[in-house]
């Protein structure tokens, strides 16, 4: 069952069944069955840590290429804030987006200056809704994924807004048919994106029905062609930036929080230390007065997404300097069409996890699942294909895994054979 049309994807002829991946997947939707891997969509929520820790480079991420520019009678970039991280030297925005135009797009927006109307209706909504408190951030798809598979409690915590680039490709889409006079339609939006599961984002939105977005972009793709055009047009910039600060921010950890203007918040980076932070939520383990979490799947923020080019440590040094001297905001002198912010459809639980469609079965399989897992080594090797021992123990009861999967359960039942072999040469 193929939730939300997964971005990440297996190269099977370059894969080599090591347990790279399945060791670091963090809810283990990988296995690896007759030498290969193969990754269970209901359970992907395309982090990209498989493709990150991947030595054969055998997963990947779909996505777009600049040459679908040619689909549309206009287009238009939405560089994510990341983008600006990746260039070395940069001292002025204006000459990135310049390049962005150069390079064939017709018009640039910026997914930053969305990221400061978002960061103003995120402060008003936290403000009215202290019953919820600490509100989840909804920025990074794989987050609300992770939640919406595992952490059934929490859904109601998420801040029930659209994403920075989702509201970037709107007011994209309106200014252009404003300047053009183009149907909508034969206007492309395009998302210069840093990671795999904002491209998912596109084809299946979280808390709305269709997005915007037309096209998704790797930084990585674009980089070489940008780097070069940026040379070109260094010395006569249009004047194309209209964000600061807060927009420029989000593309680092304690970015969007920073942007609600107050110290009540927890931000943190990486799978695992986000897994942390919300197994603590559950177990109110943090203080009532706390309003706000920002969670981003990846190292350093979106600058550490597996689409990008740069070092995440030094990406977000970059990005330091390039905001110093920039103000504190600028869309308050941008032109901003008619928008809804919010979400407009129900983000709900999605039970992929749950052993059977009732509590009878469910218990009767957890009690089975347990007492395979006393018949397990316990040493969570991942020689079977599983994870973990007890990973297997479930994928025995779910009927696609055999005990003996287990080396050193088979090793063992061998054992047995070659003994009672010698018994009977005996008689």
Known sequence: MDLYGNSVYLLENQCKGCTNCIKHCPTQAIRVRNGKAVISTEKCIDCGECIRICPHHAKKAKRGFIDAINNYDYSVALPAPALYGQVNHLEDVNILLTALKAMGFDDVYEVSAAAEIISRESREYITSHREKWPIISTACPTVVRLIQVRYPDLMDNLLPLITPAELAARQARARAVERTGLPPERIGIFFISPCPSKVTAAKSPIGYKHSDIDCVLAIKDLYPILVSTMGEVADHPEDLAI????????????????????????????????????EDLEDDKFSSDLEFIELNACNGGCVGGVMTVENPFAAKAKMQALRKYMPVSATHNVKTYPYDAEWTDNVEYMPVFELADNLKDSMAKMSEIEALCKELPGLDCGCCGAPTCRALAEDVTRGVAKKSDCSYVLREYLHKLTDDFHELNQI
């Not at 009540?264 to 897994?275: F, L, M």
């Open 243 to 278: 964000s600061g600060k807060i927009g420029i921010s989000w593309g680092i950890t304690g970015g969007e929080a920073g942007g609600l203007l107050s110290d009540a918040y927890v931000a943190a980076d990486g799978i695992e230390n986000i897994i942390r932070v919300l």
